[in-house]
T-cell receptor, first 116, second 113 residues
C-alpha cells in the first residue's frame, strides 16, 4: 500500500531535549516536505526536499533541521525544542514538485508534539 | 509572496443544506496550482482536487463542486446536500514556482443531523 509513515504519532517532551520525527514513503517520490499545523494558521511549510541531498527552507524553518540521505526518508530534527514548537506536524511526498504533471501531495497521518 | 485567505473560520449547517467555502488567493506567478484538502476529525489530510491556472473550467465530483475564477482570484468549493460525514476542516492551498505549498487557515464545517 502506498503510504507516508510518520513516527511517533504522539510525543510529549521537555524543553531542550533533542528529538527526531521520522518520515518514510514507499512510493519512490522525489519531493518531500514538512508542515506544521496551528489553529488559525493552517499548515505552514517548514522544509522541503527536491531529491536526495537537496533540501531548502520553507516559510518557518527556525528551530528545525532536516536531512535527506536516502530517497524514502526525510526526518525532522528539533535540536532544542521549545514550547512554541508544540504543534501538529505533517510530512508529505509527491512524485515531483507539485507543478509538474498531475501530481498531488500525499500526507502522513501527522505527529502531535507537545513541548513542556 | 503568495497567500491564501479563507475568510470563513467556521460554518454550521443542517444536513441536506448546501454549503460554500470561499478561497481567495494571491500570487504574482502566471502558472500556479490550486488545491482543496479535507481534514476529518481523525486528523489525516485527504486530497480533494487540483486545478492549474490555465484551466478555469468548473468541476463537479458527486456532491462536490468547485468554481475557479481567475478574474477574482477565487477558487470556491460547494458541498451540495451536505451530510454529517462532511463535517471536517477544509483547506485551500496554492502552489507556484517557489516549490512551496501555501495553505489557508482552514474552514471548519459542522453538519448537524
Amino acid at each position: 500500500e502506498a503510504q507516508v509513515t510518520q513516527n511517533p504519532r504522539y510525543l510529549i517532551t521537555v524543553t531542550g531535549k533533542k528529538l527526531t520525527v521520522t518520515c518514510s514513503q514507499n512510493m519512490n517520490h522525489e519531493y518531500m516536505s514538512w508542515y506544521r499545523q496551528d489553529p488559525g494558521l493552517g499548515l505552514r511549510q517548514i522544509y522541503y526536499s527536491m531529491n536526495v541531498e537537496v533540501t531548502d527552507k520553507g516559510d518557518v524553518p527556525e528551530g528545525y533541521k532536516v536531512s535527506r540521505k536516502e530517497k524514502r526518508n526525510f526526518p525532522l530534527i528539533l535540536e532544542s525544542p521549545s514550547p512554541n514548537q508544540t504543534s501538529l506536524y505533517f510530512c508529505a511526498s509527491s512524485p515531483n514538485p507539485l507543478g509538474v504533471g498531475n501530481t498531488e501531495a500525499f500526507f502522513g497521518q501527522g505527529t502531535r508534539l507537545t513541548v513542556v | 509572496a503568495q497567500k491564501v485567505t479563507q475568510a470563513q473560520t467556521e460554518i454550521s449547517v443542517v444536513e441536506k443544506e448546501d454549503v460554500t467555502l470561499d478561497c481567495v488567493y494571491e500570487t504574482r506567478d502566471t502558472t500556479y496550482y490550486l488545491f482543496w484538502y479535507k481534514q476529518p476529525p481523525s486528523g489525516e489530510l485527504v486530497f480533494l482536487i487540483r486545478r492549474n491556472s490555465f484551466d478555469e473550467q468548473n468541476e463537479i465530483s458527486g456532491r462536490y463542486s468547485w468554481n475557479f475564477q481567475k478574474s477574482t482570484s477565487s477558487f470556491n468549493f460547494t458541498i451540495t446536500a451536505s451530510q454529517v460525514v462532511d463535517s471536517a476542516v477544509y483547506f485551500c492551498a496554492l502552489y507556484s514556482n517557489d516549490y512551496k505549498l501555501s495553505f489557508g487557515a482552514g474552514t471548519t464545517v459542522t453538519v448537524r443531523a
